[in-house]
C-alpha cells in the first residue's frame, strides 16, 4: 500500500466465479474478468475525454462499496477451453515448461483478476483514446 498511496484497512472484495457453455471469444480466451461497476471521476483536461474508475478500485481507495451487496467483480470461465488450462504440478516453483497448445491457467487467473483491480485501457493499438472515455491509469 506504500507504493500506490492506498489507505490500510480491510476491504473484501466479492467475486462471482462462473463457469459458461457459450463459446468462447477466440480459441485460446480461457476466462474473462471484470468489475461490475465504474464511476465518473473526472474529465481528462488534455483530450476532455470522461475519466472512470471501476468500482473495485473505489471500494479499495475509500472503503465505500458503490455496487452493495452485489458482487464487486466476476470471472467467467470459457467451458469449451477449460482443456487448455494447464496448472504447474509444482505451484510454488512454477518452473514447468507449458505443454504446447495450452496456457498458463495460473497466469491467466492472475490476468483476469488485474483487469478487475484496475489494470484496463480503452486506448486502442495506436493509443488512441476511445471516444468512450478512459480510465485513470489511461
Known amino acids: 500500500s506504500q507504493y500506490l498511496n492506498v489507505p490500510t484497512r480491510d476491504v473484501t472484495l466479492q467475486y462471482n466465479v462462473s463457469f459458461t457453455s457459450d463459446p468462447a471469444p477466440d480459441a485460446y480466451t480461457l ?7 465504474g464511476q465518473i471521476i473526472g474529465t481528462d483536461p488534455n483530450s476532455g475525454a470522461t475519466v472512470y474508475q471501476l468500482g473495485t478500485v473505489t471500494k479499495i481507495l475509500t472503503g465505500n462499496d458503490p455496487n452493495g451487496n452485489t458482487p464487486d467483480a466476476t470471472i467467467l470461465i470459457y467451458g469449451q477451453n477449460i482443456r487448455k488450462f494447464y496448472f504447474d504440478p509444482y505451484l510454488n516453483r512454477r518452473t514447468d515448461p507449458i505443454p504446447d497448445g495450452m496456457v498458463d491457467g ?28 478512459e480510465y485513470g491509469y489511461d
Open 31 to 37: 476466462l474473462t474478468g471484470a468489475a461490475k461497476s
Open 106 to 133: 495460473y497466469s491467466a487467473i492472475l490476468q483476469a483478476m488485474a483487469r478487475t483491480l484496475g489494470f484496463v485501457s480503452t486506448r486502442n493499438a495506436l493509443g488512441d483514446v476511445s471516444s468512450v472515455g
